[in-house]
């Protein structure tokens, strides 16, 4: 099967993201089998580019996705889509299901989409995405969009894994905006205003500038363009797509690539180790050595980091 | 400090909780200070009521905490609120704290207000709040209420540390509330219409009572009722408050309320054990001997598995 996901089929592709999804046991083998394909080890470049797309709802993620990945067609690259749901910790993200069956390019075989629910537990986004992000990349994509509706701390988690992240935008989202303008300012490497034909998408930008200009930033520091799209028509799409290609240049260049992807490596490998070792401390005995521990804090026998002392002294 | 907290100074108690917020080193201590009047181990009833309130933007969280409040006062029970704000990782929660000096309890002594701001980390409700609770409890409130817009996961994350969840709804929400569906069914012990006296209300108590009545639920359990209130005017905080006795009672009677307890210091003993971990691997040589697996990880030469288990193995 990795083997047919290499050469491109969309079916073992989904097959392989499948297990990433459900944690399958044979998880452990396929990402042996992925491992020297992995960040470009075989290719010239390095690997598939990981552009993060994030906004409020609302401000048009779906429509922008499809205008970045004709777009990214034209230019005959192969793109991946990972669409991320947040709010669907139980449904396994039928919702956006949905918009990807009406998708321009479901038939395009030079576009893989799929949309993941982020699990009801914690770090769901940040366990299961990366491995997706890992199988894309051993298939040869040349890009690949993760998007994911900007709210809780999703984007954050999703600009942690990007290599380049693009911030959404749209004039008339009232207290929306206000609301994420803390949280978006230091995740964007590209800000895009959508729906640029609307009244007040000037102000946005200016206001958004205005914000930026006030951030500090380091000399050499990438400078994040503030673009306008009207995804629906496809305005704006290509110099979306020349501003990703520009950060990526600068972010390979600065070192900033390498940093971000020992990052995003590390947090991947942390999960993993995490969940192991949760499931370690949950089958010491029948109750779980855990729930011990935790009775003892109930009983006010033990504070909990004398509690968390223990359960690591095992 | 500990002694003052525990006499109910406000000014002490707020003090502790900005060492949760910002991890200081004498953290340990507090906690373990704290730790022989945990959980009501000190006190003739089971320590503070944790009572979580959730609900999508717009429904009238802030309204139904103070209509909330007022009762609860009314009982002459004190109170503690702790608003936790998952969409600001960054900002320290500045738009929750112009709503709580707003509020018309802030002067009675009676009532402990707190916002905090959820962490740009993973983990960051899960882990502060825990013990922003710890707190509270052993100053003796009767009742804590968690408030959190319900987005992203923090819902869910609320839910887990809850004694009893409330949800609410309002008519008039459209999307808002169909993608909630999901994960709100799961979680809610209490379920409360607010804005009842808009158009809509009933519908969409009905629709609710009709998904509730799908859900399987073993014999003995308890069945979340569906309440409607006016929150500006205070109309219905009463049957709430009653509604959160029953389910406290059922909750004690049925064993449930340990089982909650025990998972939520187990999640809590978890985050801090994680935390340390974290420091660990991160601190073996100046890169971290964590940065090296990443970088290992990322050149192809093992998977993140085999590099898990290596940071485990040390």
Do not use: C
Request: proline residues 4%; glycine residues 12%.
């Amino acid at each position: 099967m990795v083997a047919r996901a290499r050469e491109g089929e969309a079916r073992a592709i989904g097959r392989l993201i499948s297990q990433v999804e459900d944690d399958a046991p044979q998880l452990r083998e396929v990402m042996a089998a992925l491992a020297p394909h992995a960040g470009g080890a075989d290719r010239a470049d390095r690997g598939a580019h990981v552009v993060g797309l994030t906004g409020s709802p609302g401000v048009g993620k779906s429509t922008s996705t499809n205008a970045l990945v004709a777009e990214l067609r034209r230019r005959d690259l192969r793109v991946g889509v990972l669409a991320i749901d947040p709010s669907s910790p139980y449904s396994g993200g039928a919702l956006l299901g949905d918009r990807i069956r009406m998708s321009e390019h479901a038939t395009d075989p030079g576009v893989f989409i799929r949309s993941m629910a982020a699990r009801g537990h914690l770090g769901g986004v940040s366990r299961a995405t990366p491995q997706a992000l890992r199988v894309l990349d051993a298939a040869g994509f040349d890009v690949v969009l993760v998007e994911t509706v900007g709210v809780g701390q999703s984007e954050v988690e999703i600009a942690r894994l990007a290599d380049t992240t693009i911030v959404l935008l749209a004039p008339g989202m009232g207290d929306g905006i206000q609301a994420a303008k803390a949280g978006i300012l230091e995740i964007g490497d590209v800000y895009v205003v959508n729906k640029a034909d609307r009244d007040g998408a000037d102000q946005v930008r200016r206001d958004l500038r205005s914000m930026l200009a006030l951030a500090e930033r380091r000399e050499g520091a990438w400078k994040p363009p503030i673009l306008k799209t009207v995804a629906s028509e496809g305005t704006g799409a290509a110099e979306v797509v020349d501003a990703v290609d520009a950060h990526r240049a600068w972010a390979e260049e600065s070192g900033e690539l390498g940093r971000r992807r020992v990052r995003r490596a590390r947090d991947e490998i942390e999960a993993i180790a995490m969940a192991a070792l949760r499931e370690r401390w949950g089958a010491v005995d029948e109750g779980g050595r855990i729930d011990e521990l935790a009775s003892s804090v109930i009983a006010g026998d033990a504070d909990p980091y004398a509690a968390a002392d223990r359960l690591l002294g095992e």
